[in-house]
């Protein structure tokens, strides 16, 4: 079977001035995808999302969005997509149902009160759906945000940093409605500056970091690159060396040691390195053993590793 | 076109829609003109000797125009700040008309203007100012004085659309305040020395004041004006016009260029 892309891009090119924001950015997300595109601040996350919804024109490079090229057919891409971010926003001087009705009429949905109401119903704002989107409040903000990009069903929808600034309770309820839309089989192409949130939502992830892709694949092959991390605690500061050694041997890797001069660690990609066997040999060697461990990597630490910098 | 039509009605209704639900600025912005009225009308007027002339039905045309031209100001307070809270962008990314939107302001800013030039007419009817002329000259002049308000306007949408944000449009729309002063709005432009005189009459507002004062039968068109305010209708017409040839294809341009 083929796999179909809802974005496919070559080269992308865009500078604003000095700045050269993006650098030849190849993406390619898979119909029905959650892709969560990562990078530092400045990587070009927010200006590769503004391109792909026809607010800005590359400066060289294509791309097609829902099968429609981006730029000769600018009008086909903005029917197809819906867009949720920092910078498009609802009008907080209309009410929420006024926006939302705003918005299905100038989709031409059939029917634009009855559609703006049950919206309005399924994102919990029914209540406030005479009141002033700017008295609402951050997370009824975000999701009348969300209400509005899908007024009419995209096929792809662009979230950019969808719950940046929201609480828990808030923040799991855009990602349930995240998890409902791709289900139902929308393309979602997501920026966040959540690790987690990638970790949660994202089927691909694509990390970019000066203007290009530096690395794309699952959660678990980006985890897999960074490798896990053995760690062992001990009770006595002078077995800290002994345990160090044992650790160097095991993982071939450079020991790490703990501010607190208890714990040592490193990075092992060895696959049979297991939990009983890093106890027995750590046992073995008489080290007073506290605690031992082998964590697996955060998307923070690919992160790290892939960007040299944090998120 | 039909495309056009229906996004524009749209987008108007949007702008009317929250001039209702928030009034407030509408209406301090229409108050503006009717203190001026008041404290212009007695204060210059008792200070101004003008041979055969009430002060104040002269007034009343040039707050008319200096509203009119406000136009520039709300125009562009209203793009900048739909662009700087990112309500621009939302339509941008929508399937809607690219010429609707600024058109779809403009038109709803006619209507707003419309209702909000009441109070002045009133208040200057109180003071003493009169139609003079005929219906048919007045309706001429309260058409005249709409064409230049779209005009105004859509000038203001395209520097709202250049600046971007509500903080420098609030800045440079204050600037615009000293228009009608350069002009024959508040004062007869006869007595200012010569190369001052050329510069007024050439200001777009002295034509349509000119014009006003002219169709409701308030003052006569000056002797040895410049072109635009010896020919105050035909000027009036041909300013509007220019000003929207040119200002609304570079509003419509800047609002879909990315």
Redesign the interface.
Known sequence: MTTTYAVLSEGLEKRFGAVHALRGLDLAVRQGAVCGLLGPNGAGKTTAVRLLATLLRPDAGSARVAGHDLVRDAAAVRRSIGVTGQYASVDGDLTGHENLRLFARLHRVPGPNDRAAELLGRFGLAEAADRKAATYSGGMRRRLDLAASLVRRPAVLFLDEPTTGLDPASRNGIWDTVRELAADGTTVLLTTQYLEEADQLADDIVLIDRGRVARTGSPAELKALVGRYAQAVVADRDALPKAAAVIDQLTGAEPQFDHDGHTVGAVTTDPTLTLPRLVRELDAAGVPLLDASIRQPTLDDVFLRLTGSPA | MSELV??GV?MA??QL??VR??PGLAVLTQLMPVNMLLFFGYVFGSALAMPGQEYRSFLVPGLLVATAAGGIMTGMFQAAQ?TH???T????????SRAAVPLGQAVADLVVTTVGTVPLLLVGLAVGWRVEGSAAAAAGAVGLLLLFRFACTTVGIHLGLLTRSEEAAGQLGASFFVLPLLSDAYIPTGNLPGWLRTLAEWNPISAVTTALRDLFGNAPVPDGAAWPVAHPVLGSVLWSVVLIAVFLPLAVRRYGH?
């Open positions: 229906y996004d749209a209704g949007r829609r929250r639900n928030s739909d809270r990112g309500v962008d939302r339509f941008r990314s929508m399937p809607v990315c």
